[in-house]
């Protein structure tokens, strides 16, 4: 990891932080210690990283917000690649062309104060673009696939490329990006309405209201931990089990919303991991569904 740290400071490749907790990196708060964690400057930056961790076969992740990650408790012995400084943010009449680490709470509310419509529905997801469009992340009713025009991509063989709305595959809370991790999302085109702005906010302030209400948002959580089934509600599932409130350790069932499993009291990842699958097989043996898991689980190997 040395070599790869010089290879950084040689380069200017951007900032970075070394032996750092992951806690700090995701909406769980938990995780284990990243060796190093790199924020590349640029898109050449980046290439150039990318170049080197594939010659030395470096193990890396590129993260967002963290919103949707579970890390194991142990070391990340290789390099987390955040892509805060990928923040620009351009509107051509409809058109809003946003950098793949711009947050996207920010860019939703910043569309509503320009009377574009299309994002209302992400104003409570703390999220990335480039992750929200890898998860396909969405809610009442709409995802980012409804928006995304075309994103710009660096492909596993480092070549940058545009792809279309149509080939990246967008189905509920997966993508092309999800299936294809060795792509990596750089800038999105987002196609928008005009709206009025007052309705909009009056749609998003009712929202918050009951969102405030029904999801324990003053813990430290991943959202939904499991995708609903067709027709059905993961949560209802789970309460109809009777697990509101059960704990693993410090990590619990939320008796606000029986689909958020939150940090209640200092969890580990493991407490968090085992109460999620403890659910997942529970469901499958009294019901005979299959969850499937929204988060994802990484350095469990």
Known sequence: MNNIVEYIDKNAIGKYVENVSLSKFTTYKVGGIAKIIVYPKNEKKLIMLLKELKRTKTKYKVLGNGSNTLFSDKEFNGVIIKLDNFDNIAI??????????????????????????????????????????????????????????????????????????????????????????????????IQLKKGNKNEMLEIVRDRKERRLASQPLEFPSAGSVFRNPENLFAGKLIEDLGYKGLMKGGAKVSEKHANFIINYNHATSQDIKDLILFIKEQVKEKYNIDLKIEQEFVNWE
Do not use: W
């Open 92 to 189: 051509f009449g409809n058109l809003v062309k946003a950098g793949s680490g711009v947050n996207l709470i920010r860019l939703s509310h910043l569309t509503i104060k320009k009377s574009l419509s299309g994002l209302e529905f992400a104003t409570g997801i703390p999220g990335t673009v480039g992750g929200a469009i890898y998860m396909n992340a969405g809610a009442y009713k709409s995802d980012m696939g409804y928006v995304v025009r075309s994103i710009r991509v660096i492909t596993p063989k480092l070549e940058i490329i545009t792809m279309t709305n149509k080939e990246l595959m967008f189905h509920y809370r997966t993508s092309f990006l999800q299936k294809n991790p060795g792509y990596i999302c750089l800038e999105a085109t």
